[in-house]
């Protein structure tokens, strides 16, 4: 019997408090072959971590109880860096840049609504931990 | 990208007034933080929906309550105003035609 087994699709978390862009990233992502998990709020950003355990997260920098840099700090502390953490933000590269280096994320995506240059970027993030 | 402003336009346009709303308010009560938080939830909602002069707007008004938050003078203060005015003005003609160049 050889049966072949369905490829996993890697799982994005998406963390931000905005419902418009949780589901637009779902949108572009889920038809070319992710799942997507999205929080609008912090309340139970560790409890989904360790449930879902994402191949990749995105964090919003801008939250109204914590801001993602800050999120990301506090989450390589207690999470020993298990998970690939990438700023998600509007800002200019050279800021997110530096607030990713500072904040110890494995880098940055700029918001978009180009779903080609979304996956290429999010590819790049996940090719090595595969 | 078609797709996505045709799934979600309607929702931004009504969400950007009740923020918007807020956004106002915040001026009138000097809080820069707050406002320079719903401005950037603003910029980035726009910006996945391809509507770059309302995310460029926000972004600007972004800088200036970031500014006048760290504590410069007015100046900030009266930019804010002025991108809240416009951003107003340009959701207004985005609803009048029910999408475009916004």
């Avoid at chain 1, 993602?68 to 990438?86: A, N, P, Q, T």
């Avoid at chain 2, 105003?81 to 340009?90: H, I, P, Q, Y």
Wanted: hydrophobic share 40%.
């Amino acid at each position: 019997v050889n049966k072949s087994i369905p490829a996993r699709r890697p799982k994005i978390l998406v963390v931000d408090d905005s419902e418009i862009v949780c589901d637009s990233v779902t949108t572009m992502l889920e038809p070319r072959g992710y799942q997507v998990v999205s929080l609008t709020s912090l309340f139970a950003f560790t409890q989904t971590l360790i449930a879902e355990r994402p191949d990749l997260v995105l964090v919003d920098v801008s939250m109204p109880a914590l801001n993602g840099d800050k999120l990301i700090e506090f989450s390589r502390k207690h999470h020993e860096g298990r998970y690939v953490m990438v700023l998600f933000s509007g800002r200019g590269a050279e800021e997110l840049s530096m607030l990713a280096s500072q904040c110890g994320a494995a880098g940055y995506i700029r918001k978009t609504g180009d779903a080609e240059r979304l996956q290429r970027e999010v590819e790049a993030f996940l090719r090595p931990a595969r | 990208m078609v797709e996505l402003q045709s799934q979600f336009l309607e929702r931004f346009l009504e969400r950007t007034k009740g923020r918007l709303t807020r956004a106002r308010s915040l001026l009138d009560v000097d809080d820069a933080t707050a406002l320079a938080h719903e401005l950037h939830a603003l910029a980035g909602e726009a910006k996945m929906l391809d509507l770059f002069a309302i995310a460029d707007l926000a972004s600007r008004g972004e800088v200036a309550a970031r500014a006048w938050s760290d504590g410069a003078d007015d100046g900030p203060r009266a930019t804010c105003a002025t991108c809240l005015d416009t951003v107003g003005k340009a959701v207004a003609s985005l609803s009048a035609t029910g999408g475009g160049s916004p």
